[in-house]
């Protein structure tokens, strides 16, 4: 039966992780299934009407809730370990609670799958980390290219496809920004549709891949995913599959990041070395060196720290989710670096909670100019964000004393067992109950 997580805490303590700073790593790491494939395929799952079995799902709050928005519409769901069984053949037409869906950016992929299989839906305008504006304009414009009619009343995105067949139909779309988002929505929508549907500037994410690849298992007809121009020729009915889902190249570079600012040796599997490129690239950079000991086996060794600089782009470009943990170890690395955030306006908050922390950090617009320092200090500090959350944890086991990290919703949000994964290696990390200050 479907499982959720629940929190523990009460309403007079809060969870935190403490972590005793400058232990030495040593071990290998298993990465998990990605996130933000998983949650895409999901979403996917709407398309066939057929079960759909998942494996390599990661235990992560944003999957549960994502199992809690599919349930709600009717789709019925069997969960055991990191395996989904998916029974959509009852999906409805009612929205998903705005209560789940404002918690939770990717629920708003269901918009395509829905609105492709079922000729109708209501989706309610999605919510996630408070990062930037990232606005679905850009999914809502494809999906009427392909015949939508598509208007926004009160929060809720309204979406319905005129006419008698019922069925969208193929058109050519040209994204205005390589929205990984609105690549997915466009693609999923696009699989039932009539025609043939071209998607220019698309997204060229390993997760976009992923979601192909799951299509495709399906009876899909999709090629050019992994480049800027998909064609999708659209199929009257999609199949029943048994798929999983790749490894999370983001949790994996987040571990080499751990490894480097701790000057440990470590192991991570499996991974797909390739979705890793530009991490490995600046790590290398940087000083580390990183090692493919085989197809789905890298080892992180470390090596003496210096400055770079980073500029997070659109995939392949260094990604923006790992922009925060290579600022923590940019933060320890000798001379100067500096840091551009591209992609997102608002992800650069963790700047201040590094700071406390010793780091000599200054920002500039969206620019972080940072200078190394020798060594961080044990300090409170506060997640701002999923990537952030996992930067300050980075951060922490590199520094003197002892670091507490608060926030810990948004680090569940997208690391399975990151203080138990850590603690193998060697971490002196814990998950504690502590009162909260008013």
Do not use: W
């Amino acid at each position: 039966m479907l499982q959720v997580a629940t929190p523990t805490a009460t309403e007079e303590t809060q969870t935190v992780i403490e972590i005793e700073g400058r232990a030495s790593l040593r071990g290998e790491v298993r990465i998990s299934g990605a996130k933000n494939s998983a949650l895409a395929i999901m979403a996917g799952t709407i398309l066939c009407s057929d079960d759909c079995r998942l494996s390599n799902l990661p235990a992560l709050a944003d999957i549960d809730k994502m199992c809690q928005i599919l349930a709600a519409i009717g789709v019925n769901l069997e969960r055991d370990g990191d395996r989904l069984v998916v029974d959509s053949s009852n999906v409805g037409h009612g929205p998903a609670p705005y209560e789940l869906v404002s918690q939770l950016r990717a629920s708003f992929f269901v918009i395509g799958p829905l609105l492709s299989r079922l000729g109708m839906t209501k989706v309610p305008l999605p919510g996630g980390c408070a990062i930037g504006t990232r606005p679905v304009d850009l999914h809502v414009r494809g999906l009427q290219a392909m015949g939508a009619d598509v208007h926004i009343e009160h929060g809720v995105v309204n979406a319905s496809i005129k006419g008698h067949s019922r069925r969208l139909t193929g058109a050519k779309i040209y994204l205005d920004y390589p929205s990984v988002g609105a690549t997915e929505t466009i693609l999923m929508a696009a699989t039932l549709a009539e025609g043939e549907t071209v998607i220019d500037n698309a997204a060229r994410e390993p997760e976009i891949v992923d979601l192909a690849n799951f299509c495709r298992s399906m009876g899909a007809q999709i090629r050019g995913d992994g480049s800027s121009r998909i064609i999708i020729n659209g199929v009257e009915k999609l199949h029943s599959t048994d798929f999983p889902i790749i490894p999370d190249r983001i949790e994996a570079a987040t571990f080499l990041c751990a490894g480097a600012i701790t000057h440990s040796e470590i192991s991570l599997f499996p991974v797909v070395p390739d979705h890793l490129a530009s991490a490995i690239a600046k790590l290398r950079e940087i000083g580390p060196e990183v090692a493919i000991d085989a197809p789905d086996r890298v080892r992180l060794i470390p090596r003496d720290l210096r400055g770079t600089d980073i500029e997070t782009l659109p995939y392949p470009g260094f990604p923006t989710d790992m922009q925060a943990q290579f600022m923590a170890l940019l933060a320890v690395s000798e001379g100067n670096s500096v840091v551009t955030e591209t992609v997102f306006e608002n992800r650069l908050q963790h700047v201040a909670e590094l700071q406390r922390m010793g780091a000599n950090i200054k920002l500039k617009g969206n620019a972080a100019f940072i200078q190394g320092v020798p060594f961080l200090s044990g300090a409170p500090v506060m997640s701002t964000d999923l990537r952030a959350s996992a930067a300050l944890v980075i951060a922490g086991l590199a520094a003197e004393g002892k670091t507490i990290v608060q926030g810990l919703r948004h680090l569940d949000r997208g690391y399975e067992d990151i203080e138990g994964k850590l603690r193998k290696l060697g971490a002196k990390l814990t998950r504690i109950e502590q009162p909260v200050t008013l």
